[in-house]
């Protein structure tokens, strides 16, 4: 066990509609990172946040938007959905902020996985 | 920008037999190097980190990979695979600077199908 917490565990929505993931980091890890794996594009870099400030933005949609709250869950919306949109979303956590990326390895969630229809 | 290719999608091996998933990077710094593992229905899990110093890392599990800076290559072995071993496998290269700092960049994964 990770310690990391993602809900829900599965979710199945039709094209057009939004959706919220969330994630509990581990006890102390400040640092929330979210990533998409699907089928075609493998593991995607999302965004990552810092103590509820965005640190870092990867390949993230403009439909998708995420934030960091003051009891550091995160949570990622996913609008106007698309069928290539499904796939397993996994948030990760770790102590880190720059300069402590090497001593602060990332602990995974098992993932949310979501299926548009 | 740094990338991760792993050039086997699929492999096979008996339990028992030796084992190695090949992986090759691109980064234009020393690079930080990560094998993971995702068991069907899990997350992502650490198995291996290479940082700097000695180019052969011990990881969990039985794992060791070796660095070898002259071929791009952070290849994963384990001498004999057990049926748990069966899993997908990830190599990622760690973005240590710039405004991506700390992202990890992964390979497409090799699936693991052990024979009894």
């Known amino acids: 066990d990770s310690g990391v917490t993602q809900t829900p565990k599965h979710l199945i929505t039709a094209t057009g509609q939004r959706v919220t993931l969330r994630c509990s980091p581990r006890s102390g890890d400040l640092s929330v990172y979210w990533y998409q794996q699907s089928l075609d594009q493998g593991l995607q870099f999302l965004i990552q946040y810092y103590n509820g400030e965005e640190r870092a933005k990867g390949n993230i949609l403009e439909r998708f938007s995420a934030q960091q709250f003051p009891d550091l869950h995160s949570e990622l919306n996913l609008s106007s959905l698309e069928l290539g949109d499904s796939a397993l979303y996994f948030c990760?956590?770790?102590?880190?902020?720059?300069?402590?990326?090497?001593?602060?390895?990332?602990?995974f969630g098992n993932g949310t996985r979501l299926t548009v229809t | 920008a740094q990338s991760v290719t792993q050039p086997d999608i699929h492999i096979t091996v008996s339990e028992g037999a030796s084992l190695e998933l090949r992986c090759n990077y691109s980064y234009g710094a020393t690079p930080y190097l990560f094998w993971y593992v995702q068991s069907p229905g899990q997350g992502l899990q650490l198995l291996l980190k290479y940082f700097s110093g000695d180019t052969l890392v011990q990881g969990i599990k039985g794992f060791e990979a070796e660095f070898k800076r002259s071929q791009s290559s952070f290849n994963l072995r384990k001498p004999s695979v057990h049926w748990s071993d069966a899993a997908e496998y990830f190599c990622?290269?760690?973005?240590?600077?710039?405004?991506?700092?700390?992202?990890?960049?992964f390979g497409q994964g090799t699936i693991l199908t052990v024979h009894p």
């Open positions: 990622a290269v760690l973005n240590a600077g710039g405004t991506s700092y700390g992202k990890l960049t």
């Open positions: 990760a956590s770790s102590t880190r902020n720059r300069g402590q990326v090497l001593n602060s390895p990332l602990h």
